[in-house]
């Protein structure tokens, strides 16, 4: 069985920084695209940022500049640094993946808990 989980969350003043990190653990075959998602309250959830097994990146217009995705493919680990951060940027971060593991022939969807960011004005 695949597992995600993430680390990295927590209170921090306007300004300052904080690193996500998210490891994929299980029976793992392949990993193609690791994302990172937020959800704020009474939002909807939102796409961050996005890293593809290409090595390409994408990010949403409000953290451009401010965030970096990045991944290690050696320890199956994603990790999204978040520089200059905002009261805005507070949500509930989730880590999502789409990989194959070993007992199936097809690639699927994972996400793990989430992790809170909270920035404070």
């Known amino acids: 069985q695949v597992q995600l989980v993430e680390s990295g969350g927590g209170l921090v003043q306007a300004g300052g920084s904080l690193r996500l990190s998210c490891v994929a653990s299980g029976n793992i075959f392949g990993i193609d695209s690791m994302d990172w998602y937020r959800q704020a309250p009474g939002k909807q959830r939102e796409l961050v940022a996005r890293t593809t097994s290409g090595g390409s990146t994408i990010y949403v217009d409000s953290v451009k500049g401010r965030f970096t995705i990045s991944r290690d493919n050696a320890k199956n680990t994603l990790y999204l640094q978040m520089n200059s951060l905002k009261p805005e940027d507070t949500a509930l971060y989730y880590c999502?993946?789409?990989?194959?593991?070993?007992?199936?022939?097809?690639?699927?969807?994972?996400w793990g808990q989430g992790t809170q960011v909270t920035v404070s004005s």
């Open positions: 999502h993946v789409v990989l194959r593991d070993l007992l199936r022939t097809s690639w699927r969807d994972y």
